[in-house]
């Protein structure tokens, strides 16, 4: 109950303003297509409501509606959860363990990082996502996980709906030549026949939602279990990259150490637990965090001072040895590369053969760093 509040009672009306992005524009518009569709094909064409069947089909395509709008406002409008302007620790002496942000003139508390777009420390961030206009973090992160995978049951069941459509209005109208194949369509004929015929206008729109749907199902369905792999991990992905680079300095070094990931309470269902509780509201208060008895409450923001400290771990120059135009999406870079772009809004950065950059953190494609100009960097994202 105290979720649903917080999405109506808006704490300021200009987080309205975070519908007027192109990600939710484009994200609201595939729902509204999809589910606007499907309930018309499915009461025109296919499964007619005076039917029990079809009257089951229709509220349940009403019910993937709901929840997927409910989520998706949600993980928008509730918000990631910010760490408190001047925040410090309780103990003061801790404070030497923790990296001090100039922009919120705040600690930055465990697990926490300053996200550029929002302007503030998001506790827990895993990532700024664009289709919900705010941060993935420590309040939003089971409603995000959530509307990924309602949102491809949901298309699963509308392409199931758009394909029976057109495979049943278009089954006596079209010959392919399969004479000796008798199918029984006595189900399919409508009695008496629907009011609005199903025409080529209705055929194009069916074919472009059944497009939507699959392509839908497929890319957001990807996200979920990304997502659902480092939440079992009790990981972000931000916390994924730093155990990465902690491992790689181990190795450069050749340390007799092992970093333990402090975070991960030993079993999948307990991982699952810190995200999703049956109240709806995660556990902990997103400043203090359960911690393996053989890890230190701040180990993790040790390892990140350690690798600021690490200029190696920080930063790779490497010298740029073809041009690249700073498309988003460039496809004479390769087929993978194409599909493999990332889902940011930080800028893709132009350069030129010889140039140099310091790549900070890297895919297997793409990598995020600054381009060295003659007396300053230019940060965004490389191919």
């Known amino acids: 109950m105290g979720t649903f509040c917080s999405v109506v009672k808006f704490e300021n009306l200009q987080e309205l303003k975070r519908l007027c992005h192109w990600g939710p524009i484009i994200a609201l518009g595939v729902i509204a297509i999809c589910s606007t569709m499907a309930m018309i094909d499915s009461v025109l064409w296919y499964w007619p409501l005076h039917t029990t069947g079809g009257s089951v089909n229709f509220i349940m395509l009403i019910n993937w509606t709901v929840m997927i709008l409910y989520n998706y406002f949600n993980a928008m409008f509730v918000g990631p959860g910010f760490v408190p302007l001047g925040w410090k620790p309780k103990n003061s002496q801790d404070s030497v363990y923790l990296q001090y942000c100039k922009v919120c003139q705040a600690y930055k508390a465990p697990r926490s990082h300053h996200c550029r777009k929002c302007n503030r420390c998001v506790m827990k961030m895993d990532h700024h996502c664009p289709w919900i206009n705010n941060c993935c973090?420590?309040?939003?992160?089971?409603?995000?996980?959530?509307?990924?995978?309602?949102?491809?049951?949901?298309?699963?069941?509308?392409?199931?709906?758009?394909?029976?459509?057109?495979?049943?209005?278009?089954?006596?109208?079209?010959?392919?030549?399969?004479?000796?194949?008798?199918?029984?369509?006595?189900?399919?004929?409508?009695?008496?026949?629907?009011?609005?015929?199903?025409?080529l206008a209705a055929f194009a729109a069916t074919l472009f939602a059944l497009g939507?749907?699959?392509?839908?199902?497929?890319?957001?369905?990807?996200?979920?279990?990304?997502q659902m792999k480092i939440i079992l991990r009790n990981k972000t992905s931000i916390e994924s990259w730093i155990e990465e680079k902690a491992k790689d300095r181990i190795q450069y070094y050749q340390l007799d150490d092992d970093f333990v990931f402090p975070y991960d309470m030993g079993s999948r269902w307990k991982n699952f637990k810190q995200v999703f509780?049956?109240?709806?509201?995660?556990?902990?208060?997103?400043?203090?965090?359960?911690?393996?008895?053989?890890?230190?409450?701040?180990?993790?923001?040790?390892?990140?001072?350690?690798?600021?400290?690490?200029?190696?771990?920080?930063?790779?120059?490497?010298?740029?040895?073809?041009?690249?135009?700073?498309?988003?999406?460039?496809?004479?870079?390769?087929?993978?590369?194409?599909?493999?772009?990332?889902?940011?809004?930080?800028?893709?950065?132009?350069?030129?053969?010889?140039?140099?950059?310091?790549?900070?953190?890297?895919?297997?494609?793409w990598l995020y760093g600054d381009k060295i100009l003659d007396d300053s960097v230019l940060e965004g994202t490389l191919v």
């Not at 199902?217 to 979920?224: D, E, K, S």
């Open 212 to 226: 939507l749907a699959l392509g839908t199902t497929i890319a957001v369905g990807m996200l979920f279990f990304i």
């Open 277 to 365: 509780t049956w109240s709806g509201v995660p556990e902990g208060d997103g400043l203090d965090w359960p911690v393996r008895e053989d890890c230190h409450q701040y180990s993790l923001t040790i390892e990140q001072l350690k690798q600021k400290a690490d200029k190696r771990v920080r930063s790779v120059r490497y010298k740029v040895i073809e041009d690249y135009s700073g498309t988003c999406c460039p496809l004479n870079r390769g087929i993978k590369t194409f599909f493999t772009s990332p889902c940011t809004e930080e800028p893709r950065i132009r350069l030129q053969k010889g140039e140099f950059i310091l790549a900070t953190r890297g895919l297997r494609y």
């Open 137 to 199: 973090g420590y309040q939003n992160h089971a409603s995000f996980t959530l509307f990924l995978l309602l949102a491809p049951l949901g298309c699963i069941h509308a392409a199931f709906i758009f394909v029976m459509t057109m495979y049943t209005q278009l089954y006596n109208r079209l010959s392919f030549g399969w004479n000796t194949v008798k199918i029984d369509m006595s189900a399919t004929r409508r009695d008496p026949l629907p009011i609005i015929p199903f025409g």
